[in-house]
């Protein structure tokens, strides 16, 4: 069956530092895939969708990779500050709008 | 546009009774999603409708779940009879259709959910 992996340790990183999050899935070739931030007692937020023909997407201080090969995509968001503490889904098509998602990491950015 | 809208935010309901979640989409999205999430397994699709039409409902768990979509602008999740396994965190979500642009650009927009406890 489809299974998605997201570190599931929590991050933690020094204000200022670029925070990276993996996400690695087995079992399916999604056509795109997604990443939501999580704050407690909210919904998930869109963040970015990487599509399997694009290599990289950038928006802002944000940064998604995407390699099919590898079956893995990276999240980066640079010069972090303490409010991109939140816990992070990745979250991948299996057909249609069947969209998955992992468990999430949690990011802590220390002042 | 107000968003997603859930209610109520938070239901506490005694096992064997009926209880009935509610989500307004955002106006102009023809998908609607339902979703479950618990620390055990995390955030589970449940059924999502296209055009107010149930797409696929393969996600939900048992006969004891239904879910509806009278028109375009409100739906309903209903569970009976509860049980205490039914204590989640539902979620409400809507887009526009896959391979439009404002999909790529926006994803899914979710409500703040309805943390439901069964005791």
């Known amino acids: 069956s489809q299974k998605i992996e997201q570190n599931s340790e929590a991050l933690n990183i020094q204000e200022g530092k670029t925070a990276t999050l993996t996400c690695n899935y087995t079992?399916?070739?999604?056509?795109?895939l997604q990443w939501y931030r999580q704050d407690p007692g909210r919904g998930p937020v869109f963040l970015l969708l990487?599509?399997?023909?694009?290599k990289e997407k950038r928006k802002e201080r944000l940064k998604v990779t995407f390699d099919t090969t590898l079956k893995q995509s990276l999240f980066h968001i640079t010069a972090s500050q303490p409010a991109d503490s939140a816990t992070y889904l990745c979250?991948?098509?299996?057909?249609?709008?069947?969209?998955?998602f992992g468990a999430g990491t949690r990011l802590f950015v220390k002042a | 546009d107000a968003g997603v809208i859930q209610s109520p935010r938070h239901e506490v309901t005694e096992m064997g009774q009926e209880v009935t979640l509610r989500c307004k989409p955002i106006?102009?999205?023809?998908?609607l999603f339902w979703y479950r999430q618990t620390m055990m397994r995390g955030l589970e699709l449940l059924i999502y409708?296209?055009?107010?039409?149930?797409?696929?409902d393969s996600g939900m768990p048992e006969d004891r779940f239904s879910a509806k979509m009278p028109n375009a602008s409100f739906s309903t999740l209903k569970i009976q009879p509860s049980e205490p396994r039914d204590s989640a965190v539902y979620f409400c979500?809507?887009?526009?259709?896959?391979?439009?642009?404002?999909?790529?650009?926006?994803?899914?927009?979710f409500g703040s959910g309805t943390r439901l406890t069964v005791v």
């Open positions: 079992n399916y070739s999604p056509a795109y």
């Open positions: 979500a809507s887009s526009s259709a896959l391979f439009e642009k404002a999909f790529w650009d926006y994803g899914y927009t």
């Open positions: 409708f296209n055009n107010n039409v149930p797409i696929d």
């Open positions: 979250a991948l098509d299996t057909g249609g709008f069947k969209t998955i």
């Open positions: 106006s102009g999205h023809d998908y």
């Open positions: 990487i599509r399997e023909n694009e």
